[in-house]
Nanobody, 125 residues
């Protein structure tokens, strides 16, 4: 049974940082692409970042480039999203998701096979 459990969300002031984590279990984690998505109230879910199975290729949506870093630890079945210089527009529910191979770190949410339940990020001014 595939499980993805996010953690690390919370409330932070604009300009601050948060580190999200996603613990994966129930499948061959090191063979799957991973991604972080977010959805704000009234908006569509969007991919924030993606990473290929080895971690050698990453993708970021333009709005977070230079501020967010996605990484994975295949030995621990963990996915991370380091978020720096947070802006008010970054406030959303953040989801961890995975895509079975063959996969791409940049595909939109319709291609993902499994999802976590999300962790909420609030940004205050």
């Amino acid at each position: 049974q595939v499980q993805l459990v996010e953690s690390g969300g919370g409330s932070v002031q604009a300009g601050g940082s948060l580190r999200l984590s996603c613990a994966a279990s129930g499948y061959t984690y090191s063979s799957y692409c991973m991604g972080w998505f977010r959805q704000a109230p009234g908006k569509e879910r969007e991919r924030v970042a993606g990473i290929n199975p080895t971690g050698g290729y990453t993708y970021y949506v333009n709005s977070v480039k230079g501020r967010f870093t996605i990484s994975r630890d295949n030995a621990k079945n963990m996915l991370y999203l380091q978020m720096n210089s947070l802006k008010l527009d970054d406030a959303a529910m953040y989801y961890c998701a995975t895509e079975r191979p063959p996969c791409s770190p940049s595909r939109d949410y319709g291609y993902m096979d499994y999802w976590g339940k999300g962790t909420l990020v609030n940004i205050s001014s």
